[in-house]
């Protein structure tokens, strides 16, 4: 391309760029929509995480980098290089494919009423952000916070998922896991290849702290993946060995059909062997009633069923809104059941 024809795609490029990288936020929020539908139940695809945080981290680091200024070229701040601007949507590109694919795998394991759908939201606003390109550009350009922050957020809800589906691992361990190698693989990225200044640094210390502090000491708001709940069934009865229910209810039964108190069987899904310890806990109308005791389990390829029962101490059985609430040992929160028992 001869140097007048350079000119002007430069001038072009300057001139319509915003509206571009707009069509393309339209376009890049659609594919991760098909991505969401495509890759529910995909767990073989799961491993392809560790590639595709691998590749963002590499270009991350390339493009995070200040870039020299290009001496004499007006609009250069506004309008990057061609090299940074196609690095920079490579990164962004392959942030919002892992982003988007990890969304079904934690919306399995997430309930709408417990502490961790407050990390499956986080989540979801991140995939958005990802594709508002302009906005995304420069979060991860001039903000050293905003750079460790997204990547250590996306390269944990990644690792989270991976170590127990590559490795018998109990969840809560993976989390734990999962958090010191997502910041210590974001700070370097987090530097934009210059030494920060002491206040820099300082802010960077504290942000790391308090992402690990509340992965770690707060675990309740990270859904236990790659555990779920896959089905619930009430019943006023059950077989111990065979696990058979005696009649299942659904919605709501009489307290007077409950003659030996109101049993539930858990179906857990686990697409590896994930070892664990479980508990269910009871309540009515809100009120907690009783927890079974914990049950160390080690789930094999295909999960795990799980049971317990409800018998007042008096015999009489109650009416109300009864709720069993599925739950690991550090109290993560991963599925529940819900039934009306009626006079």
């Not at 392959?94 to 988007?100: A, K, N, S």
């Not at 905003?146 to 250590?152: E, I, K, M, P, V």
């Not at 770690?216 to 896959?230: D, H, K, N, W």
Request: charge should be positive; hydrophobic fraction near 50%.
């Amino acid at each position: 391309m001869s140097e007048p024809s350079r000119g002007r795609f430069r001038r072009f490029w300057r001139k319509h760029r915003t509206l571009f990288w707009t069509l393309h936020s339209v376009w890049a929020l659609a594919t991760g929509v098909a991505v969401i539908v495509l890759a529910r139940e995909r767990y073989g695809f799961v491993p392809w995480v560790l590639l595709f945080l691998g590749l963002t981290w590499l270009s991350t680091l390339y493009f995070g980098r200040k870039m020299p200024a290009e001496s004499g070229r007006a609009g250069t701040a506004d309008a990057p290089g061609a090299a940074q601007e196609a690095t920079s949507y490579l990164t962004r590109s392959m942030y919002q494919e892992t982003l988007f694919f990890l969304l079904p795998f934690y919306a399995y394991s997430t309930v709408v009423r417990s502490p961790n759908i407050i990390f499956m939201v986080l989540l979801a606003v991140l995939a958005v952000v990802s594709c508002l390109d302009l906005l995304f550009d420069r979060w991860l350009r001039e903000t050293r916070v905003g750079s460790l922050l997204f990547f250590a957020l996306v390269a944990f809800a990644g690792m989270n998922l991976l170590i127990p589906i590559l490795f018998p691992t109990d969840p809560t361990d993976a989390t734990r896991l999962a958090a010191g190698l997502a910041v210590a693989s974001a700070l370097p990225l987090a530097m934009h290849g210059e030494r920060p200044s002491h206040k820099g640094a300082l802010l960077l210390a504290l942000t790391a702290g308090t992402f690990l502090a509340l992965t770690i000491g707060l675990p309740r708001l990270v859904p236990p993946v790659p555990l779920r709940m896959q089905d619930a069934t009430f019943s006023s009865g059950i077989d111990r060995e065979s696990l058979q229910l005696e009649d299942a209810v659904t919605n709501a039964v009489s307290a007077d059909a409950l003659g030996d108190g109101l049993y539930v069987l858990m179906e857990i899904f686990a697409p590896s062997i994930v070892p664990t310890d479980v508990n269910l806990r009871w309540e009515r109308d809100g009120v907690p009633l009783r927890a079974s005791r914990t049950i160390e389990i080690t789930a094999h390829e295909g999960g795990f069923r799980i049971w317990d029962a409800w018998r007042p101490e008096n015999g009489i059985m109650q009416t109300g809104r009864y709720e069993v609430i599925l739950e690991t040992r550090a109290r993560r929160v991963f599925g529940s059941a819900r039934i009306r028992v009626g006079p």
